[in-house]
Nanobody, 125 residues
Framework: VQLQASGGGLVQAGGSLKLSCVASGRTFGTDPMGWFRQAPGKEREFVVAINRWSGTITRYADSVKGRFTISRDNAKNTLYLQMNSLKPEDTAVYYC??????????????????WGQGTQVTVSS
């Protein structure tokens, strides 16, 4: 499985970014997927995850609820993360990941089997 994340960049506080993650090598839709992030000097942390196929079940970290939205387009093999009202503390490298199997949507990084290369998000104050 290969995951290619994109869409990161530099944005001012209060701004928006939309991340994309294109997957290949496995039937897209089969697995729950998630976004994690890692800031310098910190451990990788859970951001949001979505269930397989329909994408009707989502789980969000409290720190991003109401600001971030995850979605998936199975026809395009793509996972999205819409990030609004960005804050300087959102600055991190963002990783998309595949949790092989499911159906439970996990929030622990160790439960995820495949990872993208990451895309940098920097929010200036």
């Amino acid at each position: 499985v290969q995951l290619q994340a994109s869409g990161g960049g530099l944005v001012q506080a209060g701004g928006s970014l939309k991340l994309s993650c294109v997957a290949s090598g496995r039937t897209f839709g089969t697995d729950p997927m998630g976004w994690f992030r890692q800031a310098p000097g910190k451990e990788r942390e859970f951001v949001v995850a979505i269930n397989r196929w329909s994408g009707t079940i989502t789980r969000y970290a409290d720190s991003v609820k109401g600001r971030f939205t995850i979605s998936r387009d199975n026809a395009k093999n793509t996972l999205y993360l819409q990030m609004n009202s960005l804050k300087p503390e959102d600055t991190a490298v963002y990783y998309c990941a595949v949790q092989k199997g499911g159906p439970v949507v996990e929030t622990t990084a160790a439960r995820y089997d495949y990872w993208g290369q990451g895309t940098q998000v920097t929010v200036s104050s």
